[in-house]
């Protein structure tokens, strides 16, 4: 079944990723370029440390990325073959539920839009969009993993058409629930929510054989529950030199240089908090404003609840041993500080990208 052909695969270590669509790898003890065929955050995927397997590219770089290993399992990532794995487990009658299907047309056009497939069962054609899935947590997976107008548009578009299919192809082994990420890309989320009645909608989790061929797709329950854009969320900045800051009523305090994570809540509207916090030009109502103000926010983790976890979740923040700035942000409850010091930048470390992901979806494991 898919597979990436006759290409040689070879294993490396994954450094850092330099942009969207290059990275860093540690191939046989040389550092070496590659291109990243996936312009998601992949944030708990490509970590430093994290074993990659690559294939030869024809492009600027002499290899792309194309599986991340994670938790000793392939997740592939080349967000290109979605379509070719499809077709192939549709082609092959290894997707349940679609044994019936043909695929009768590719790239078909709708007015200016352009869906994956036309298949057609028994006398009836019916238009494909696929949404290839990476992001994961245990068994739970979810898309988009960034914000995505143009996912939002292809529910819109394909709903319109009255006769159209949305299947989540999720590419890790063993997923058993999957919910649209609210907690990233909120419109999304209310767009496929407004629509979930007029199209239909599958989700499938690979099965892959021990050469990461993927040799069929079963079926995963949906859930899309009903959820208000409110909750608790983490900002992280980084401070590129030492600086001393006046902060409301703390006085002027000293900064080092490095990395910051703040803890809020939004319980009003999550999202529009953020956006307030990460303006450069702002009236300063909350501590953070002075700290963003001077110190860029690199990244903004929400985590949609209707609890007020703001407290909890700082204390997770501190129990990872970052150094907390006492008295920042916690103005109105009896928490040291809401803001926590780091040297080097959390966004690598495995331990925090895991604690946001099971606040986020730990408490939606299936039982």
């Known amino acids: 079944m898919t597979s990436t052909g006759n290409a040689p695969l070879l294993d490396a270590v994954f450094m850092e990723r330099l942009n969207r669509f290059v990275a860093r790898v540690n191939l046989d003890g040389r550092t070496c370029p590659v291109h990243v065929p996936n312009t998601g955050r992949l944030a708990e995927l490509l970590l430093p440390g994290r074993r990659v397997v690559l294939v030869p590219s024809p492009g600027k770089y002499p290899y792309r990325i194309q599986y991340v290993i994670y938790n000793n399992r392939p997740v592939l990532i080349d967000s ?45 054609d019916l238009f494909v ?18 914000v995505s107008a143009r996912a939002a548009e292809h529910i819109r578009v394909l709903a319109e058409t009255k006769r159209g299919i949305l299947v989540f192809m999720l590419l890790h082994e063993g997923i058993r629930l999957f919910v649209p990420n609210y907690h990233t890309d909120f419109a999304f989320y209310e ?17 892959y054989d021990g050469n990461y061929r993927i040799t069929g797709m079963a079926p995963v329950r949906i859930e899309i529950p009903d959820v208000e854009p409110r ?14 800051l006046s902060i409301g ?13 703040y803890v809020g809540s939004g319980m009003n509207n999550l999202f529009k908090r953020i956006e307030y916090h990460r303006r450069k030009r ?18 903004a983790l929400p985590i949609v609840t209707k609890e007020r976890l703001e407290c909890e979740l700082s204390g997770s923040v501190g129990s990872l041993g970052y150094r907390c700035v006492e008295k920042f942000g916690s103005s109105d409850c009896s928490c040291p500080g809401h803001l926590y010091f780091g040297e080097t930048n959390p966004l690598h470390d495995e331990r925090f990208i895991a604690m946001i992901y099971e606040y986020r979806y730990g408490r939606m494991m299936p039982q």
């Open 80 to 124: 290109i073959m979605s379509n070719a794995v499809f077709r192939d487990c549709v082609d092959s009658r290894v997707m349940p539920g679609l044994e019936e299907y043909r695929i009768i047309k590719r790239e078909p056009s709708v007015g200016n839009h352009r869906f994956d497939f036309t298949v057609r069962r028994g006398g009836s």
């Open 129 to 146: 969009e696929i949404k290839s899935c990476t992001l994961a947590w245990n068994s739970v997976a979810s898309f988009p993993d960034a």
């Open 191 to 207: 767009t496929l929510r407004h629509h979930k009645n007029e199209i239909e909608m599958r989700a499938y989790s690979a099965r």
């Open 231 to 244: 909750g608790v969320y983490a900002l992280v900045l980084r401070a590129g030199s030492d600086a001393e």
């Open 249 to 261: 009523s703390l006085g002027t305090l000293k900064f080092r240089k490095g990395y910051y994570i």
């Open 282 to 299: 702002k009236e300063p109502h909350w501590h953070i404003d002075c700290l963003s103000a001077r110190f860029p926010v690199t990244a």
